[in-house]
T-cell receptor, first 118, second 112 residues
């Protein structure tokens, strides 16, 4: 059973370009979360999605950032007009669709995408 | 004040030592408590998961939650060099959609 798959693992963009980060959840999971990890900091929540719905985007910057989780295909985190401050590791996590109440809160993380903005 | 406080370390111990890692938090609504291990340039790996207060043991790892003190701990017995990593505490509240709030992480080094 494959884990959470993220690609690309490394992404280099110049200032002003767009970055697209992809995440495929674990099999049987329909809840996806995106987190950002800046150097020397812990992970910060960005957005929580279910299929075709954004549930909580309270951690997303108001501009340039968007996320989607279509009915078919991976979840996408999109950053438009990247700036150097966007350089970070972006992690995706997924949690089960069903199961006991506690188990549904367990999140499993992918290996991350390391974005470097030149 | 951060919702979750964790001493970033670094913490260095000799092989075989008992390691104690801790987090404090301010939000009394937190009910789910997790410890993740993160190796350099890798994704966080779930180690322990606890709901509400109490202790949980899994092999060399023991997690404790004291909700009255808003304090959680992770103990590692018989520490090994392979335990060298950053340990992240994380927690979430009921009704917040599973959003995890993380501590900064404690960097642990176990010396042979």
């Amino acid at each position: 059973n494959a884990g959470v798959m993220q690609n690309p693992r490394h992404l280099v963009r110049r200032r002003g370009q767009e970055a697209r980060l992809r995440c495929s959840p674990m099999k049987g999971h329909s809840h996806v979360y995106w987190y950002r990890q800046l150097p020397e900091e812990g992970l910060k929540f960005m957005v929580y999605l279910q299929k075709e719905n954004i549930i909580d985007e309270s951690g997303m910057p108001k501009e340039r950032f968007s996320a989607e989780f279509p009915k078919e295909g991976p979840s996408i985190l999109r950053i438009q007009q990247v700036v150097r401050g966007d350089s970070a590791a972006y992690f995706c996590a997924s949690s089960p669709t069903s199961g006991k109440g506690e188990a549904k809160n367990i999140q499993y993380f992918g290996a991350g995408t390391r974005l470097s903005v030149l | 004040q951060k919702e979750v406080e964790q001493d970033p370390g670094p913490l260095s111990v000799p092989e075989g030592a008992i390691v104690s890692l801790n987090c404090t938090y301010s939000n009394s609504a937190f009910q789910y408590f997790m410890w993740y291990r993160q190796y350099s340039r890798k994704g966080p790996e779930l180690l322990m998961y606890t709901y509400s207060s109490g202790n949980k043991e899994d092999g060399r790892f023991t997690a404790q939650v004291d909700k009255s003190s808003k304090y959680i701990s992770l103990f590692i017995r018989d520490s090994q060099p392979s335990d060298s990593a950053t340990y992240l505490c994380a927690m979430s509240a009921i009704g917040q959609g599973g959003k995890l709030i993380f501590g900064q992480g404690t960097e642990l080094s176990v010396k042979p």
